[in-house]
């Protein structure tokens, strides 16, 4: 049904071409999903008409009303998901996946099943509360209860935004991460200095509880706005606590200046976010295609920005994850690597072809 030999947006290499195929393939890290929302996809279900959405709160409500319309287990659209994203590179990822009374623990023991159905793939599981934590009684509780039924990382959302309690918010998802030993990830639509204020006080909460290097916060909508006075301290501080920022280089959302946050040392890697759910039509799964809507989006001209695009996409990713064999460069012989029909990464970064061959611990996936 979907096209595994080029990326759902890529375009076929053509004799003659600029992206005609190399005569030696392009070997390069395996790709690192750090964000993706794979119990929400409708990846393997027939097409989903989108409700329009005004806000936060309108995409949410659309969330819930599409839990009743799936065809497809989560489990089966999962595995579908994971298996084209696995195929196109992917050798890891972040999968946030929705936890409350809605859905009990049911959403994360089926991406838990998919996942164990390709060994090859390492996915990292957020019990993410999007529905509210606070907000929403019973979150926390299943939330604790999903790090024993297959989730591994605490999540948290927009403290201030959603939940308009931000110390109540980050006391009970640090809480939770320090008494199970888990990372935490917490994802932050909310913008301006207020956005700024909850990342500066989650990068303190951090370095008090010694958990630098084990913080992510996606999106951080507010370090996109070099207008707010307080953005350099703020990065500053990000950088200081080694939180991680992960952007999804989405159509209509802000997506951080690369060179900005390189330059005061911030942590970036990149993912899907949701992948052709009720939330929004687009996405492929892939990180060839991210990386390039990662360049596309930060209007990146040179070959060095579009090999910071890839990097982010494929090593930054690694690190974030904690991923050995992805972290370094891959050579011909390495193990775990991926082949491409392009000469350079900037090229490969614009062309978006989908890998000739992955290999990982030194088995063909494709
Ligand atoms: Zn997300």
Redesign the pocket.
């Known amino acids: 049904m979907f096209n595994d030999e080029h990326t759902e947006i890529g375009i076929e290499a053509e004799e003659g071409s600029p992206m005609a195929a190399a005569p030696t393939p392009l070997i390069t890290a395996g790709l690192v999903d750090a ?1 993706i ?1 794979p119990d929400k996809s409708s990846w393997s279900d027939p097409w989903m008409k989108r409700r329009p959405a005004a806000d936060l709160a309108d995409l949410i409500g659309n969330n819930i009303k599409a839990l009743s319309e799936y065809t497809h287990s989560v489990e089966e659209r999962a595995f579908a998901l994971l298996s084209h994203a696995h195929r196109n590179g992917t050798l890891a990822m972040r999968a ?1 996946v929705d936890i409350g009374p809605e859905v009990g623990l049911a959403n994360i023991e089926g991406v838990r099943a998919a996942a164990e159905r390709i060994p090859s793939l390492d996915v990292q599981i957020v019990c ?1 509360p999007q529905f509210g934590l606070l907000t929403n009684p019973g979150t926390a509780d299943l939330m604790a209860a999903s790090l024993h039924a297959g989730a591994d990382i605490v999540g948290g959302i927009d403290p201030v935004g959603l939940e308009n309690d931000l110390h109540g918010h980050l006391d009970t998802v640090f809480g939770m991460a320090q008494a199970a030993g888990r990372d935490l990830d917490i ?1 932050l639509h909310d913008g301006g200095e207020q956005g700024l204020a909850e990342i500066r006080e989650i990068a303190a909460r951090t370095e008090a509880a010694g958990m630098q290097g084990h913080v992510t916060i ?2 951080a909508f507010a370090l996109c706005d070099d207008s707010l006075p307080s953005l350099r301290e703020t990065l500053d501080a990000v950088a200081d606590a080694q939180v991680w920022i992960a952007t ?1 280089a989405l159509g209509p959302d802000p997506v951080p200046d690369l060179a900005l946050l390189e330059a005061h040392g911030v942590q970036v890697a990149a993912g899907s ?2 992948v052709r759910d009720s939330w929004s039509p687009f996405g492929t799964g892939s990180m060839v295609d991210r990386a390039h809507l990662l360049g596309y989006r930060t209007g990146a001209i040179t070959d060095s920005d579009l090999e910071r695009c890839w990097r982010i996409a494929s090593l930054e990713g690694a690190r974030m994850l904690g991923i050995a064999d992805i972290a370094s460069d891959a050579t011909a012989t390495s193990p775990t690597r991926l082949e491409f029909g392009a000469p350079t990464i900037a090229q490969l970064v614009v062309d978006r072809p989908a890998p000739a061959r992955v290999v990982r611990h030194g088995h063909d996936i494709r």
């Open positions: 964000h929302h946030h993410f994802h996606p999106h999804c976010d949701g």
